[in-house]
């Protein structure tokens, strides 16, 4: 009876589509592990596809390479190796399935498909999988291991019949995206699953970004007693082989390493940061091009952008109307030189006064209004626009949630762009990511060590600047008012009543809700963004654009 087995962890970055560097990436892991005897690799799920395929998976000439790569890896793994728990998508009699597949000694010796296909949030895999049948346990080297996927271990369901099946432990292969709240619900829902089977876990999460969701990694194993015998690193690649043996109360797992990772703001940076490097990286983009106005808004982007892709591959633009104040011009040229970008400066005045003088025949002589600051900020992104089709960088956007929230924000202006690292980020986190990147930087950052952000910059009170003396609390709600109220409206669904009877302003709240729901037109051309909460915009708040619900809403019990 075999008393020692080593199971090599990998927590991996995969590519979606990249077959080919997904494999090249495990072969390297596997030569490791061969290294370290290991007896079993496992991968996340849907590895080597990456996760999510979405409609990858219904188009034949990507299932066929896959189909290609996975017998190239089965001959390999006949010269005596590690075997490999490879996630991929897998079809059997016409049907596509979310699998796990036991590449060992040449063969594929065992595939056991997912049960529970999620379909809410960002996730939409019943329109794509097929759900398979609850699973036995899969023979690997003279043991039987339950090999439940993902959302199988959120019910009892899967793991109870793994256990009846005389599994021995228990390998999860995830693709759990990251939101401030989920780690800790990760890790007692699979206590839950140990306590009910008195099975050990390993729960192996991806790592990286992919379009609006990053993966935090952060993975680990619990032995029957409920404690951590090993923490893989959250937001980074880790491989690590652990070593099981079989005592009298059946395996367990030797400490490994038992720093748990962080969470909180440090979190939220590094998932903005790790979003934004893999989407530029991924998609080939050579760098970022952004606005800059010496706001806190635009400041916050151009840090992220430099910690995550380094200076040289940050320009950053100051483009001043006759509105933008001195302390403004200083303020965005202090960023870009604590940062180390490349700054440029293009004023619009010309620009503005050659489109007023064109369109006044057909406006009329009136006075200014939303017109005319609208045209500023698509002005702005006229040139960012240009700039980034002359080089090639990609615009990121510089709006936060908050203002996308209420449609505080210029469709084709300051909205424009190919991406969005506050996208999911409200403006009360934004000024305190702002304060927690002045005292700490990451380790797999490039930007400064010292202070990145001018504390002016935090300390000064919010305006677009697009008329005199204007300030966002003349238009809108303090923002530490707004966003508790849009917590509750979007991440929560709180009914207006509620929230008035928790102590808001009746009037305030129901201009917040009506503003939120008008707005659902421009989010809808928004560009994708990190998710970071626990209810982002786009998959996962699908709300009509014609809704008529705000206007007649009877307000007769509030």
């Given amino acids: 009876m075999k008393k020692r087995f080593l199971i090599t962890l990998a927590q991996l970055n995969p590519c979606v589509g990249n077959i080919d560097a997904n494999v090249n990436k495990l072969r390297k892991v596997r030569a490791q592990a061969a290294t370290e005897n290991a007896d079993l690799i496992l991968t996340p799920e849907l590895y080597i596809s990456g996760y999510p395929p979405e409609d990858l998976v219904l188009n034949s000439m990507f299932i066929s390479e896959i189909r290609n790569a996975v017998e190239k890896l089965l001959i390999e793994t006949a010269d005596g190796g590690p075997a490999i728990l490879l996630g991929a998508p897998w079809i059997e009699k016409d049907k596509m399935y979310n699998a796990v597949l036991l590449l060992d000694k040449g063969k594929l010796q065992a595939v056991r498909y997912k049960v529970n296909l999620p379909n809410y949030g960002v996730f939409d895999e ?314 700490n930087k990451p380790t797999d950052c490039y930007g400064p060590n010292d202070t990145c952000i001018p504390p002016h910059i935090i300390s000064k009170p919010p305006s677009a600047e697009l008329k005199p003396g204007q300030k966002d609390i003349d238009t809108i709600p303090i923002y530490s008012v707004l966003d508790k109220i849009l917590i509750h409206l979007i991440e929560k669904e709180t009914p207006l009543a509620e929230i008035i009877a928790n102590g808001y302003d009746k009037d305030t709240v129901l201009q917040v809700w009506r503003m939120l729901n008008r707005a659902e037109y421009k989010r809808y051309q928004s560009p994708p963004g990190v998710k970071l909460t626990c209810r982002s915009f786009g998959k996962e708040r699908r709300y009509p654009i014609t809704n008529a619900f705000t206007d007649t809403y009877k307000l007769r019990d509030i």
């Fill in 126 to 439: 019943k329109r794509v999988f097929n759900s398979g049948p609850i699973p036995s346990p899969i023979e690997v080297r003279g043991l039987r291991l339950g090999v439940p996927i993902c959302e199988d271990i959120w019910t009892p369901d899967v793991v109870k019949n793994i256990k009846t099946g005389g599994g021995e432990f228990l390998l999860v292969s995830n693709g759990s995206p990251f939101d401030n709240q989920k780690m800790n619900n990760r890790l007692q829902n699979a206590i839950s699953r140990v306590i009910e089977s008195k099975l050990p876990m390993v729960y192996l999460n991806q790592v990286g970004g992919q379009d609006e969701i990053v993966f935090d990694g952060a993975s680990f194993v619990l032995n029957t007693d409920q404690k951590v015998s090993a923490y893989l690193p959250a937001w980074e690649e880790s491989i690590v082989t652990t070593t099981w043996t079989r005592g009298l109360e059946g395996w367990s797992c030797a400490q490994t390493n038992t720093i748990k990772p962080k969470y909180g703001l440090v979190a939220i940076y590094r998932a903005m940061v790790l979003g934004l490097r893999d989407y530029v990286a991924k998609n080939r983009f050579p760098g970022i091009i952004l606005g800059i106005s010496g706001g806190i808004d635009s400041t916050l982007s151009a840090t992220v952008a430099v910690d995550a892709l380094g200076a040289d591959k940050v320009r950053c633009v100051m483009m001043p109307s006759p509105y933008t104040s001195n302390h403004s011009l200083e303020d965005a040229l202090e960023v870009a030189k604590r940062l180390g970008v490349k700054h440029t400066n293009i004023s619009i005045s010309s620009a503005m006064l050659t489109f007023e003088s064109m369109l006044t025949k057909h406006l009329g002589v009136i006075s200014h209004d939303l017109t005319e600051e609208n045209l500023q900020a698509r002005l702005r992104g006229i040139i960012l626009m240009a700039l980034s089709n002359k080089f090639g960088y990609m615009v990121l956007s510089t709006s936060n949630k908050s203002e996308i929230s209420i449609g505080y924000t210029t469709l084709y202006g300051d909205m424009c762009g190919g991406y969005s690292v506050l996208k999911d980020v409200y403006k009360s986190t934004v000024f305190k990511l702002c304060r927690w990147r002045n005292s």
